[in-house]
């Protein structure tokens, strides 16, 4: 499903100079059917009471849903764009790393939708997000 040849490498180069890196995000693992990255619990994504912010967390599932539809789709000569997203904030976190795994739950013609996984050091679920991408014509 994820084409060979995509490389964590080649996704944090391509991230370079926007949200992605200014909030520290590092893709880490690209498997077969499934992309996972990192960000950092830092005060660039906390909240005013020093926890994660739930926000960061969703540019976290939406980065991992968004890029995971688009290697899929690009290469067809589609484009993926998000269409909706929702997040369930599970646990708080005050400090260290969150990883996001983003899953397949459809790849359809016109619709991806994806399940975002975001866990502590100890693989405990912090936030469970779903995002529903739509996959259109480049133009």
């Known amino acids: 499903m994820i084409p060979e040849g995509i490389t964590p490498e080649g996704l944090n180069n391509f991230s370079k100079g926007c949200m992605v890196e200014h909030v520290g995000i590092r893709f880490t693992e690209v498997g077969s059917d499934y992309i996972k990255a990192e960000m950092p619990v830092d005060p660039k994504t906390t909240q005013p009471f020093g926890l994660l912010h739930g926000g960061a967390s969703v ?81």
């Open 59 to 139: 540019v976290l599932a939406e980065t991992l849903g968004s890029v995971a539809a688009s290697v899929i789709v690009t290469p067809l000569g589609k484009m993926a764009v998000g269409l909706e997203i929702s997040a369930n904030h599970i646990k708080g976190k005050k400090d260290g790393v969150v990883t996001g795994m983003a899953k397949p739950v459809h790849i359809g013609r016109s619709t991806h939708l994806w399940e975002i996984r975001i866990t502590d050091e100890q693989n405990q679920l912090i936030c469970l997000s779903k995002i529903t991408m739509a996959i259109i014509d480049k133009k």
